[in-house]
C-alpha cells in the first residue's frame, strides 16, 4: 500500500513489525520485563532479604539510637523501662498479693526480672512491628527493597535492647546470690529461638497493621493479657494447682510461647529453678514454635509483598 504526497511523491509504508498482535504477556517475556512492584518467588524474596542484611541491621540501629534521642537520660530507658516495670510488679505482685511466698526474695526477685525482661522482647517487637509498615509508608513507596526487611530491622532492634537489659539482670542474678554455670549457655539457643518466633510474629502483625492500623491500639490490651497468662509475675503453674484448675488447663497456658520462652530463660539462669518448673517437652515447644511463627509468619507476610504502600 502507498500514499501520493502533496509533491507527487510516493512513500512505502513501514514493514509490519514482528510484534503486531502478540499479547502483552509475551512480549514482556520476550523483551524480559516484568512488572514493577511483583512479587518475586519465595526463594528469590528470602535471597533479596539476604542482599539487604547490612540494610536490616543498619535500619535497626538507628531506629535503637533514636528511640530515646530526645531523652535526657538517652539510652540508659533502654534498661529503666523494664527495670521500673519489675519494681511496679513486685510492689503488688511480690508485696501486696505475696507471690513470693513460695520462693524468697532470693529467688523471686531474679524470677521476677527475667520474666518481665523476656516477656517485654515478645511484647515489644510485636508492638513494632504492627507499625512497621502503616509507620513507614514514606520509606515503602519511595524505595523498592523487600517489605520483610522492615519487621525484621525492628525485631532485630528488640533482641539489641534486651541484649542491653540482660547485661544488667546477670548483675542482679550475682547480687541475689545466683552465679554463672555451665546451664548459663542455655541462654543462646533460648534466645535464638524466641528471636525467630518474634521476628514470625512481627511479620503477621506487620501484615495486618498494615490494613488495620487500628490494631495498634487494640495490641496492648491483648499483650496485657497475654502477659498475665504467662506467668510473668508468679509462677502460673503453682496457682493453678491451688486454685484446682483441670490438668489440661495447667497444660495450654504452661505451652504458650511466651511462657516457654520465659521458663527456658528462668531454668538456665536461676539456682533452684528445676526441670520440674517446666512444661513437658519444653525444648520440642520451643522450636515448634520458632519455626511455626517464623517460617509462617514470613510466608505469609509474602503473599501480600505487593501490597504494601498502595492505597
Known amino acids: 500500500m502507498s500514499e501520493t504526497t502533496h509533491d507527487s511523491a510516493v512513500a512505502l509504508s513501514a514493514p509490519p513489525s514482528p510484534d503486531d498482535g502478540l499479547p502483552a504477556a509475551e512480549l514482556a517475556k520476550k523483551y524480559g520485563l516484568a ?11 528470602a535471597r533479596q532479604l539476604w542482599d539487604r542484611r547490612h540494610f536490616i541491621v543498619a535500619f535497626s540501629r538507628a531506629k535503637l539510637t533514636a528511640q530515646y534521642s530526645k531523652a ?11 527495670l521500673l516495670n519489675a519494681f511496679v510488679y513486685f510492689l503488688i505482685f511480690g508485696v501486696l498479693m505475696d507471690a513470693k511466698r513460695d520462693m524468697g526474695p532470693d529467688t523471686y526477685i531474679p524470677f521476677l526480672v527475667t520474666g518481665v525482661f523476656v516477656f517485654t522482647f515478645t511484647q515489644t517487637s510485636a508492638m513494632a512491628g504492627v507499625r512497621a509498615i502503616s509507620g513507614n509508608l514514606g520509606l515503602v513507596r519511595a524505595l ?19 541484649l542491653y537489659s540482660m547485661g544488667v539482670l546477670l548483675v542482679i542474678l550475682v547480687g541475689f546470690g545466683h552465679f554463672p554455670k555451665l546451664s548459663w549457655l542455655l541462654i543462646f539457643p533460648t534466645l ?32 496485657r493479657t497475654w502477659m498475665y497468662a504467662s506467668g510473668v ?23 504458650n510461647p511466651a511462657a516457654v520462652y520465659i521458663d527456658l530463660m528462668r531454668f538456665a ?22 519455626l511455626l511463627l517464623g517460617l509462617g509468619g514470613f510466608v505469609y507476610f509474602w503473599k501480600a509483598e505487593e501490597q504494601y504502600g498502595r492505597g
Open 35 to 45: 512488572v514493577s512492584g511483583a512479587r518475586p518467588g519465595l526463594g528469590e524474596y
Open 233 to 255: 509475675m508468679y509462677s502460673m503453674t503453682d496457682q493453678l494447682k491451688r486454685a484446682h484448675a483441670p490438668e489440661w488447663v495447667i497444660d495450654v497456658l504452661g505451652a
Open 72 to 82: 535526657k537520660l538517652g539510652q540508659v530507658w533502654q534498661v529503666a523501662t523494664p
Open 144 to 162: 523498592h527493597f523487600p517489605r520483610a526487611a522492615l519487621p525484621i530491622s525492628f525485631a532485630l532492634q528488640q533482641l539489641q535492647q534486651l
Open 269 to 290: 539462669l536461676i539456682d533452684g529453678y528445676g526441670a520440674d518448673k517446666l512444661p513437658p517437652h519444653v525444648w520440642a515447644l520451643a522450636l515448634g514454635w520458632a
Open 192 to 223: 535464638v529461638l524466641q528471636f525467630a518466633f518474634n521476628t514470625g510474629l512481627a511479620l503477621i502483625m506487620a501484615r495486618a497493621g498494615s490494613k488495620t492500623p487500628d490494631l495498634a491500639q487494640l495490641l496492648p490490651f491483648i499483650t
